[in-house]
């Protein structure tokens, strides 16, 4: 089952641009994960934000949570043309298992 | 170096071959899992461990078996694989509380004509 939609599908940008990726779910959450994705790589972990925290940064990257909202954002300022990958969001419910639910992703494309 | 290693890389197939795609990690992590890629599905999840002997079914486990016998190793089993079950596979690992990032390995691509 999709818990996670991420928004834009797919994104273009100039070096130095920021990009900014959204993401909704629909369900209460422990915790929203953002992973990036080069092409038919493994997803590699960004960023973790806990469902009592509003924002998070790391590095480039900052991510907002609006619990009331179900929604997330992911902020990726002076973008580089390494950052082209897909971006993906994941949702961990409460419970043991803290499965994580994967969205669709947004494909960042970064032009030099 | 920390990994989720995951073999082969790729792998083609024909139907009714049974098939194992091995997964080891060294960190030793309680928590593993299996997850396929499709186009427009995302990602899926397969199977899961919540340590040695324990497993799971995920969202999509038809077709598949796994096996947990020691902390480190996750085999994915097809036992008739068929052309449906071509795709992307990853292999996931972390630690046992459920807000601990995942790690992943770099994948199979599996095809079955």
């Known amino acids: 089952s999709q818990q996670g939609e991420e928004d834009p599908q797919a994104l273009s940008i100039q070096e130095g641009e920021n990009a900014t990726m959204n993401c909704s779910y629909k369900t209460s959450i422990n915790n929203l994960q953002w992973y990036r994705q080069n092409s038919g790589r493994g997803l590699v972990h960004l960023i973790l934000?806990?469902?009592?925290?509003r924002e998070k940064h790391s590095g480039r990257l900052r991510v907002t949570l609006d619990t009331s909202k179900k929604s997330s954002s992911l902020l990726i300022t002076a973008s580089r043309a390494a950052d082209t990958a897909s971006y993906f969001c994941?949702?961990?419910?409460?419970?043991?298992?803290?499965?994580?639910?994967f969205g669709q992703g947004t494909t960042l494309q970064v032009k030099p | 170096e920390a990994q989720v290693t995951q073999n082969p890389r790729y792998l083609i197939t024909v139907t009714g071959k049974k098939l194992t795609v091995t997964c080891s990690q060294n960190m030793n992590h309680e928590y593993m899992s299996w997850y396929r890629q499709d186009p427009g599905l995302g990602l899926r999840q397969i199977y899961y461990s919540m340590n040695v002997e324990v497993t799971d079914k995920g969202d999509v486990p038809e077709g598949y078996k796994v096996s947990r016998k020691e902390k480190r190793n996750f085999p994915l089993i097809l036992e008739s694989p068929s052309p449906n079950q071509t795709s992307l596979y990853f292999c996931?690992?972390?630690?046992?509380?459920?807000?601990?990032?995942?790690?992943f390995g770099n994948g199979t691509r599996l095809t079955v004509t």
């Open positions: 996931a690992s972390r630690l046992r509380t459920g807000d601990s990032p995942l790690h």
């Open positions: 934000i806990r469902s009592n925290e």
């Open positions: 994941a949702t961990a419910s409460n419970g043991n298992t803290g499965k994580l639910i």
